[in-house]
């Protein structure tokens, strides 16, 4: 079967950001429900970078000709 860990290396190599982001929230949130606290953590803190970085991708640019 398709593991979270093959999904989250696959949204790294077609660089989506987005779902990047959403698997690592994945990841974290069975984590927490596995009660591995530490493990958990490690992932949702990672989650911010991705979708930030996306999302900064998609605000117009304020630079003027």
Known sequence: SFSS???LDLNKELNDKVAEG??????G?????LQDY???I???EK???????SASLLRPSTCSV
């Open 5 to 7: 860990r093959q999904n």
């Open 22 to 27: 959403r698997t690592l929230g994945n990841i």
């Open 29 to 33: 949130n069975v984590n927490y429900l």
């Open 38 to 40: 530490s493990t958990s």
């Open 42 to 44: 490690e992932y949702l």
């Open 47 to 53: 989650v911010s970078a991705p979708v930030v970085m």
